[in-house]
């Protein structure tokens, strides 16, 4: 990777909004030169080319002024980065829709949550490094062109693409560090990606099935017993997998958690409870249960949740 001088940000929910908000905010102020654009949709799109993407993080108002925003990003310069921060159901056609742009040596960031999405874009995308990576934020779509980003700044971990192990990623590095993004390379992501999980998946699938904020579902003993019994499977698939986990991971996790706001939904009971007609069913729940199936370990109470909520939502895994 000889430089980054073109971004582009494919999805401008949460994580893509925090991250290619701050690069836009940078390079607009210091560096007109380097490039970032925008790949986002509807209402949200029509907003961030009328006034800029208004990222409020930590009750401080930036707005962010891309290069350029469209939802086909054909008319756009070929990147050197790209940022997929989509939802996982819109991963396949989003890695579909950028493919034809992504050169031997670009570099493709996946912004999800999730143990298998590294494969998932390696099976649709022909050329380009692909970094498995990690996120660690909170951050949201306050209403159309507003993010709303609090507590610690966004942090991603990222290893290298098994396929290339020659890739040296300082550029990279050294580009997050100009624009004080909280970046880093590990020599082995996996773990990091498991472990995030076990604190996404199991808390996605128990507050969308009993309709609980994180702190209602902590204080309830029942809830609570639930979500450790779903991050048991998780441990347990990832042991089989050789993955360096072990049940004291449970305990950690739930603490870890114990520090979230009281209200605070998972973003998967949010697109459920809206109405929205998609959620990210299939990488949480449907995953551990197919990935059980595929490592000999039983996922009762993943399989138990996921009933739940397809009779409270009539939601199709």
């Given at each position: 990777?000889?430089?980054?001088?073109?971004?582009?940000?494919?999805?401008?929910?949460?994580?893509?909004?925090?991250?290619?908000?701050?690069?836009?905010?940078?390079?607009?102020?210091?560096?007109?030169?380097?490039?970032?654009?925008?790949?986002?949709?509807?209402?949200?799109?029509?907003?961030?080319?009328?006034?800029?993407?208004?990222?409020?993080?930590?009750?401080?108002?930036?707005?962010?002024?891309?290069?350029?925003?469209?939802?086909?990003?054909?008319?756009?310069?070929?990147?050197?980065?790209?940022?997929?921060?989509?939802?996982?159901?819109?991963?396949?056609?989003?890695?579909?829709?950028?493919?034809?742009?992504?050169?031997?040596?670009?570099?493709?960031?996946?912004?999800?949550?999730?143990?298998?999405?590294?494969?998932?874009?390696c099976r649709t995308l022909d050329y380009?490094?692909?970094?498995?990576?990690?996120?660690?934020?909170?951050?949201?779509?306050?209403?159309?062109?507003?993010?709303?980003?609090?507590?610690?700044?966004?942090?991603?971990?990222?290893?290298?693409?098994?396929?290339?192990?020659?890739?040296?990623?300082?550029?990279?590095?050294?580009?997050?560090?100009?624009?004080?993004?909280?970046?880093?390379?590990?020599?082995?992501?996996?773990?990091?990606?498991?472990?995030?999980?076990?604190?996404?998946?199991?808390?996605?699938?128990?507050?969308?099935?009993?309709?609980?904020?994180?702190?209602?579902?902590?204080?309830?003993?029942?809830?609570?017993?639930?979500?450790?019994?779903?991050?048991?499977?998780?441990?347990?698939?990832?042991?089989?997998?050789?993955?360096?986990?072990?049940?004291?991971?449970?305990?950690?996790?739930?603490?870890?958690?114990?520090?979230?706001?009281?209200?605070?939904?998972?973003?998967?009971?949010?697109?459920?409870?809206?109405?929205?007609?998609?959620?990210?069913?299939?990488?949480?729940?449907?995953?551990?249960?197919?990935?059980?199936?595929?490592?000999?370990?039983?996922?009762?109470?993943?399989?138990?949740?996921?009933r739940l909520i397809r009779e409270r939502?009539?939601?199709?895994?």
């Amino acid at each position: 990777m000889q430089e980054i001088r073109t971004v582009w940000v494919m999805g401008l929910g949460g994580v893509g909004g925090f991250f290619g908000g701050q690069i836009a905010y940078y390079l607009h102020q210091h560096d007109d030169s380097r490039r970032v654009y925008f790949i986002a949709r509807g209402q949200h799109l029509r907003e961030i080319r009328e006034h800029g993407l208004i990222l409020r993080s930590n009750n401080e108002n930036l707005i962010c002024h891309p290069a350029g925003a469209a939802e086909d990003p054909g008319d756009f310069p070929v990147p050197d980065l790209c940022l997929l921060a989509v939802k996982s159901y819109d991963l396949q056609r989003s890695v579909q829709q950028i493919n034809p742009y992504i050169h031997d040596n670009a570099v493709v960031l996946p912004l999800l949550n999730g143990l298998d999405i590294y494969d998932r874009v390696c099976r649709t995308l022909d050329y380009g490094i692909v970094l498995p990576a990690c996120i660690y934020i909170a951050s949201h779509i306050e209403q159309p062109g507003r993010v709303v980003h609090n507590g610690p700044p966004g942090r991603i971990l990222f290893g290298n693409d098994p396929r290339f192990p020659e890739f040296d990623p300082e550029v990279l590095l050294a580009f997050c560090r100009e624009i004080n993004l909280d970046v880093s390379r590990v020599d082995d992501p996996c773990p990091a990606i498991w472990e995030k999980y076990l604190m996404v998946a199991p808390f996605a699938l128990v507050t969308a099935a009993r309709g609980k904020s994180f702190g209602e579902v902590l204080e309830d003993a029942e809830d609570n017993g639930c979500t450790a019994a779903i991050m048991q499977e998780i441990i347990r698939i990832g042991q089989k997998q050789g993955i360096e986990l072990d049940m004291g991971f449970v305990a950690k996790t739930l603490a870890a958690a114990g520090r979230f706001p009281y209200n605070a939904r998972s973003s998967f009971q949010r697109d459920l409870e809206q109405g929205r007609g998609k959620a990210e069913g299939d990488v949480f729940g449907a995953t551990i249960s197919r990935m059980g199936r595929e490592a000999g370990v039983a996922t009762p109470m993943t399989d138990k949740m996921m009933r739940l909520i397809r009779e409270r939502f009539k939601y199709s895994w």
